[in-house]
């Protein structure tokens, strides 16, 4: 019998922050590198810390930051205080309120601010703000409140919060029986040949790499959840197209995945690759103009636009619109003058 640590009188006073399954496939590699895929925000160095503080389990068993994972393992990251997440704090932070009355609010989120709190993220986000700003706000199925639904860190633009119960079981149904309206404007990268076209496939955890989601087909169809995006050409400006994109489901990174699977990554998204010069010339000064671009544009070009649902105690159909913020704009006016200057030349 090998020598297993005793860690059940402990167990009680440790907090699990992560939970991962290890894959069946799953080659042989250290933990602290097969961790930086799953943990966001996580360096290699906070991995191999918590590893030497003995809050990494494998199997119950805590391992050094050598351990090399195998097929089906189990990995827990425990820690003796509860996660961030659970620990919300209102902080006095100024919200883009769109709409508000008695039963919920529509904000304009700005890029860079997280919705709720997560890993890396403990501060500063948008359910901080909202439970300064509103008392007693209804939680969700996740135990988050007031949110009905989110958008990504780095998308901008329209989201409605529930301020009661009532609001929030009314405008969930909706939401879950597909009966809102969202459009989202983005830029994505290549030429969209088609005016207007549905993407559908379903959209799942992406099996190598756990802080992206990915298309999945066939025989692997049922990994994923159903999920539609229509999406309409509004310009098209050389080696990137402007589109508008409908979402009838609401999956993560929706857009993002789907756009991605027919070959056109949004712009500056650098999660799925769309960081890189994925379409264009080889010209110096074509990667000097990406490069500005990426600077003006420091985030995936995404912004949700247009927000419409059924107003949960009046019945009336509310609908708001949010114009495109001045950092895609800026980068849509580069583009527009390099597709117009190369036509020219």
Avoid at 72 to 90: C, G, M, W
Avoid at 327 to 340: P, Q, V
Wanted: with cysteine; hydrophobic share 35%; aromatic share 8%.
């Amino acid at each position: 019998m090998p020598n297993i640590p005793d860690i059940s009188e402990q167990e009680d006073e440790l907090y699990e922050h992560h939970a991962i399954n290890v894959d069946k496939g799953q080659q042989p590699l250290r933990i602290d590198k097969y961790l930086m895929n799953f943990i966001e925000n996580a360096t290699r160095n906070k991995i191999q810390a918590a590893a030497k503080d003995g809050s990494i389990f494998v199997n119950n068993v805590p391992v050094k930051s050598n351990y090399k994972v195998k097929p089906n393992d189990f990995i827990s990251v425990k820690f003796e205080h509860p996660p961030h997440e659970n620990l919300l704090i209102a902080e006095d932070i100024p919200i883009d309120i769109v709409y508000e009355d008695d039963d919920l609010l529509v904000v304009n989120k700005p890029a860079g601010m997280v919705v709720h709190p997560g890993h890396g993220n403990y501060s500063g986000t948008l359910i901080n703000a909202l439970i300064h700003h509103v008392d007693n706000l209804p939680n969700n199925s996740s135990d988050r409140p007031g949110l009905v639904h989110r958008i990504d860190k780095d998308t901008s633009g329209l989201l409605v919060v529930a301020k009661t119960e009532q609001a929030m079981t009314h405008l969930s149904k909706q939401f879950f029986n597909k009966t809102t309206e969202r459009e989202y404007v983005a830029i994505v990268w290549g030429n969209v040949v088609d005016d207007e076209g549905t993407i559908e496939g379903n959209i799942g955890r992406h099996p190598k790499n756990r802080l992206q989601n990915t298309v999945f087909y066939g025989d692997e169809e049922d990994q994923g959840k159903p999920a539609v995006t229509h999406y309409k050409v509004i310009e098209r400006l050389g080696y990137v197209t402007l589109v508008s994109c409908k979402l009838e489901t609401g999956r993560t990174h929706q857009i993002r995945v789907h756009m991605k699977h027919i070959g056109h990554t949004l712009f500056n998204d650098e999660r799925y690759g769309g960081n890189a010069i994925l379409k264009g010339t080889t010209f110096t000064k074509y990667k000097q103009f990406v490069d500005n671009c990426f600077k003006i544009l420091p985030r995936q070009a995404l912004h949700a636009k247009t927000l419409g649902f059924v107003h949960p105690t009046t019945g009336e159909y509310k609908r708001f619109e949010n114009p495109v913020p001045e950092d895609m704009t800026a980068c849509i006016e580069k583009w527009r003058s390099y597709a117009t200057h190369s036509k020219e030349q």
